[in-house]
T-cell receptor
């Protein structure tokens, strides 16, 4: 079955370190998204991509970057991790307006 | 830009009773999609129900139904015969229609935590 997977599921890192969260989907979807979830804020969009070599900033993109070199993967990089980036991160993919978005299981990131 | 508001941070319901979760949104677009997602403690995001704005009929999925009031920009979720497994965080979300030049990204509300009491 097609799926979307995130790795790692949990990570603890130190302030200032570069961190990359992986997202891999086998739906062959063109659209991929990264959200962060924080208590009291719901899910907020970090970056998104509508296809290979396409990336766009979301509402909370500062301190994050993404790259899309193939259809299946959209890794999220925290260039220099900060405590404010402690959160749960979700990757999602979708294709076309009549299909739902599928979410990964989430990655809990703690920056200490 | 579109915004989604869930005014009830927490709700509770007795098992087998009915509960309604509120959601309002703001948009200048005439066509769009609205969604309710459920997030149980496992963290998985599960689509509960979807409504296309151009459809006047309210969507229904088993015990879950919506009251979609387009003019009022309101999209509430009704859960009938509540079960213990319904306990979760519920998110309302908005998505534009791409062929109208809109984005396919989802805009979420802040969520409502639903507790089901036995």
């Amino acid at each position: 079955d097609a799926e979307i997977t995130q790795s790692p599921r949990h990570k603890i890192t130190e302030t200032g370190r570069q961190v990359t969260l992986a997202c891999h989907q086998t739906w062959n979807h063109n659209n991929m998204f990264w959200y962060r979830q924080d208590l009291g804020h719901g899910l907020r969009l970090i970056h998104y991509s509508y296809g290979v070599q396409d990336t766009n900033k979301g509402e909370v993109s500062d301190g994050y970057s993404v790259s899309r070199s193939n259809t299946e993967d959209l890794p999220l990089t925290l260039e220099s991790a900060a405590s404010s980036q402690t959160s749960v991160y979700f990757c999602a993919s979708s294709e076309g307006m009549n299909t739902e978005a599928f979410f990964g299981q989430g990655t809990r990131l703690t920056v200490v | 830009a579109q915004t989604v508001t869930q005014s009830q941070p927490e709700m509770s319901v007795q098992e087998a009773e009915t509960v309604t979760l509120s959601c309002t949104y703001d948009t200048s677009e005439s066509d769009y999609y609205l969604f309710w997602y459920k997030q149980p403690p496992s963290r998985q995001m599960i689509l509960v129900i979807r409504q296309e704005a151009y459809k006047q009929q309210n969507a229904t999925e088993n015990r879950f139904s919506v009251n979609f009031q387009k003019a009022a920009k309101s999209f509430s979720l009704k859960i009938s015969d509540s079960q213990l497994g319904d306990a979760a965080m519920y998110f309302c979300a908005y998505r534009s229609v791409p062929f109208q030049g809109g984005s396919e990204k989802l805009v979420f509300g802040k969520g409502t935590k639903l507790t089901v009491n036995p």
